[in-house]
Structure formats: C-alpha cells, structure tokens
C-alpha cells in the first residue's frame, strides 16, 4: 500500500488566538459554538414524512478557562460596577477567535456577539494543579469567515 500524504486543514491550537471583550485571553484551554436550527418533520397522509420545516435559528457555546481567567474576568466586571461577568449586559460582550494550521495558512475567524454567560463554576479537585472553569454563553449572533493572506 502506498503512503499517502493528506494535508487536512485542521486548526493548530499553537496558531489559535482568542479576544473576549476586547482583551487576549491566554488561559483558555477549549472552545466551542455552536448554530442550532429548528427542524421538523412535516407530516401528512402515510407513515413517512411529507416534508421538513426549519424554524429558529439559535447560537451558543462554551469556553474552558483557566480558574486566574475566570478571576480576572469576575473582576473586570466588577470594576466596572457589576456583580460578576454574568451580570454584564450582552451588549458590551463578544468573543472573537482567530485559528489557523500553519502561519502562511488562511486564517479563520469565528466571531460571537451579544454574549450572555450562563453559569460560572469555581471547583477544584484533591491532587489538581489547576481550575478548569467552563463558561456556557448564548449570543445573539455568530460569524465564521476564512480570509486567505
């Protein structure tokens, strides 16, 4: 059998940057979104369906970060008069995530606006040495675009 050579275009996490609100955020250790649509089977005469609708169209996510990100973050918004970052309005809050395979490679950029956190979990384990803190948001919209260099 002969070797074959296939080049994928998966993303490096060593070429993968993340802006939230603006600002860097080294501490992240995953990343999801998420663009869910409505969709039902339309029924008529018969066992088998006739048809499928497509309804709402819905954006969300979550981002895994480091238990320091998450303290920054608590406190940026509590400088900023709120109680934590969930009570930041989602207006003033978008995630923006650049990725790439290589650095010639064209680059990826994933944008989420109109972010609301969900939940913030603060939990460690006996022999870890570090928090991982899962943030689930929802957003008002989601963007992906590849630009090639």
């Keep these: 059998m ?3 050579h296939i080049k994928s275009s998966e993303y490096a996490w060593h070429h993968t940057e ?3 609100a603006g600002k860097i955020i080294t501490g992240i250790t995953a990343w999801e979104f998420k663009r869910t649509q409505e969709v039902e089977e339309l029924r008529g005469a018969g066992q088998y369906p006739i048809d499928i609708q497509k309804g709402n169209i819905s954006f969300s996510g979550s981002l895994t970060l480091f238990g320091f990100e998450m303290d920054r973050l608590d406190q940026a918004a509590q400088a900023a008069g709120y109680d934590s970052i969930l009570d930041v309005p989602h207006e003033l809050i978008s995630i923006v995530v650049t990725a790439r ?4 490679d064209p680059i990826t950029t994933i944008v ?6 969900k939940e913030t979990t603060d939990a460690m384990q006996q ?5 991982d803190c899962p943030l689930p948001f929802t957003c008002m919209n989601l963007d992906k675009k590849t630009i090639s260099l």
């Design 18 to 20: 993340m802006k939230l």
């Design 101 to 104: 395979k290589l650095a010639k």
């Design 2 to 4: 002969p070797n074959v």
């Design 112 to 117: 989420a606006t109109g972010v609301a956190f």
């Design 127 to 131: 022999g870890a040495s570090k928090r």
